[in-house]
């Protein structure tokens, strides 16, 4: 009997997550064809291990999960491999890379299928296809190639999340135990992350979920939530919940029955949302969710210039005055919010760019002095191919191009671009990228993250005593004693690890 390997190569050095992208994958296929788990994050060479699968467990289908970043680092490799050793073998990749950048996924000439978006539906009917000789021309969310054409396949409507099979937990428990992926956050010792939606209603231009869900959501109830997370809570001892969905606060109604359901469970959670949306929230709706443990929300607050906020599509109703009003808010009902700044927007002229950034940081500063417990993350812009929006044709004008081949994905240049620290876009100097990471060393240490659970409070008093004058004389040039010290304590990096 054909068997199946699921991998998920490795995303972050430390504190894995419970791999929900595959776990969904695997739940799709539960009871159709036997399957194993391999976790980069928890191997220190998965190769070892997916080569031993391949040579003894009949393993004729691999699917890979990837997004931009370093999980290509392994992805690439190793489906290269595969394909040499065992040509017989059927790769398929799925995940917001294989997703958004087809092109070079399929062009590679060893992988064979991507799907597009969801996969709980386009996975098993690909693999029953496969299986049983049948034609997959027709399966929906499916991208392969014909020839030297690239086919993508017509869109599935979302799925009903209530609807979709229950994650194997105990699966995934007989590969890596549970507890291994329960990590010791800002929110608790034992953190579930979970995955309550698909999708986000809006259309940011520069945001790579647009492609894939096309303004489209759909929320699991909070009823369903809530048992999965009473479930890994009894069953192996979660104490706090890490939401991952895009955008967890659409329904204030869910959310608020959620907040209800949660609360004597006295779990502390967190998720990410968006700031006009949550807004609009009642006073009511805000404590309850305060009370039943939500500490901390996550923002893509972007810039404080209005125009840029405009271009960018926010959905039209996010500006510098909300955020700024917004953030008060949040103070007094002890819900920390956190700010994700996008720096390093194209624009016309050098100068033109130079000047945004200095007034991104001056409005980052004041936002910090309206809320100090406000969390910053900065991003510098890296552009993602949502073909047709302004900002996109800008970026293209500027002689911007993404790789042509795989491979380049993971040179070091291509690396750090996906990481968003320094992005090779045609109209940002090495000055100005200087500039971005030097106010971002000062305002850490100025005021480091509560996040960090390895910092002390004597080690933040230091740090804070020392960037005190450049933070207040605007002096970022150069941090080098900043760094030296986040470097010696291992100061943690939000904006690339999650908590
Ligand atoms: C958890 C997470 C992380 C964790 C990973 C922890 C872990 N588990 O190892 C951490 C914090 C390390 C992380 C880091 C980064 N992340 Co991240 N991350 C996510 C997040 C929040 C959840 C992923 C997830 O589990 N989703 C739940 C599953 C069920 O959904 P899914 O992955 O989409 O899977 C479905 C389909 O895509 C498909 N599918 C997926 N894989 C496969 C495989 C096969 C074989 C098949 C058939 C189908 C299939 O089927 C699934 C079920 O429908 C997503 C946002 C999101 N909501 O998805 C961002 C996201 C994927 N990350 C993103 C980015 C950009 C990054 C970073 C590069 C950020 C940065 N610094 O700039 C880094 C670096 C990545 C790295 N280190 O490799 C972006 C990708 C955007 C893009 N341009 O494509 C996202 C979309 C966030 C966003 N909205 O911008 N990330
Ligand atoms: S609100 Fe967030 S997830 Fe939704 S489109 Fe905008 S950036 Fe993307």
Same mark, same amino acid.
């Given at each position: ?17 419970? /791999? ?156 890596? /135990? ?178 945004? =950034? ?51 994905? =993971? ?18 100097? /090495? ?62 990096? /939000? ?5």
């Amino acid at each position: 009997m054909n068997r199946v390997l699921l991998f998920n190569p490795r995303s972050a050095r430390y504190k894995p997550r419970i /791999p929900n992208s595959i776990l969904s994958i695997a739940s799709s296929i539960e009871g159709m064809l036997d399957y194993v788990m391999v976790d980069g994050n928890l191997e220190i060479d998965p190769w070892d291990k997916i080569h031993q699968y391949l040579k003894e467990e009949n393993i004729k289908y691999v699917g890979i999960t990837c997004m931009p970043g370093p999980q290509l680092k392994q992805a690439i490799p190793i489906s290269k491999k595969i394909k040499e050793l065992f040509p017989g073998t059927i790769i398929i990749w799925g995940g917001y890379f294989a997703s958004n950048q087809s092109n070079v996924v399929l062009n590679s000439g060893y992988i064979d299928f991507a799907i597009n978006g969801p996969g709980e539906k386009a996975f098993p009917s690909l693999l029953d296809a496969l299986e049983n000789n049948k034609p997959y021309e027709l399966i929906h969310n499916l991208i392969y190639k014909s020839g030297d054409t690239i086919i993508k396949t017509n869109k599935d409507e979302l799925y009903e999340p209530d609807e979709l099979p229950f994650l194997p937990y105990e699966k995934l428990n007989s590969f890596y /135990p549970i507890r291994k992926y329960l990590g010791k956050t800002y929110l608790g010792s034992k953190t579930i992350a979970y995955h309550s939606s698909y999708g986000c209603p809006f259309k940011c231009s520069f945001c790579a979920v647009v492609p894939i869900y096309n303004a489209r959501w759909k929320g699991r109830s909070a009823q369903l939530i809530y048992n999965d997370i009473k479930y890994l809570k009894e069953n192996f001892g979660g104490n706090a919940i890490e939401f991952h969905d895009n955008n967890f606060f659409v329904s204030e109604k869910r959310t608020v029955e959620f907040s209800k359901f949660i609360e004597p469970e006295n779990m502390i959670w967190w998720g990410e949302g968006r700031i006009d949306t949550i807004d609009k929230y009642s006073d009511e709706s805000l404590t309850t969710m305060r009370q039943s443990g939500c500490r901390m929300i996550f923002f893509g607050a972007e810039t404080g210039n209005d125009e840029l906020l405009k271009k960018m599509d926010k959905g039209g109703t996010q500006t510098a005055e909300g955020m700024r009003k917004f953030a008060a808010r949040m103070a007094k009902f002890d819900i920390i919010p956190e700010y994700s700044f996008v720096l390093g927007t194209p624009a016309d002229t050098a100068e033109q760019v130079m000047k945004q =950034i200095d007034q991104d940081i001056a409005f980052i500063k004041e936002i910090k002095h309206i809320n100090p417990k406000t969390e910053i993350v900065i991003y510098v812009y890296s552009p993602v191919p949502t073909e047709g929006s302004d900002m996109y044709n800008q970026v293209l004008q500027s002689g911007f191009r993404f790789p042509e081949k795989l491979e380049d994905w =993971i040179s070091p240049h291509w690396e750090n671009f996906d990481l968003r620290k320094n992005p090779l876009t045609p109209w940002l100097t /090495p000055e100005m990228i200087n500039k971005i990471k030097d106010f971002e060393t000062v305002l850490n240490g100025y005021y480091p993250t509560v996040s960090d659970v390895k910092l002390s409070g004597f080690k933040r008093k230091i740090l804070r005593s020392i960037s005190f004058l450049r933070y207040k004389t605007g002096v970022y040039w150069k941090p080098y004693e900043l760094k030296a010290l986040q470097l010696l304590w291992k100061y943690r990096q /939000p904006e690339i690890e999650g908590f």
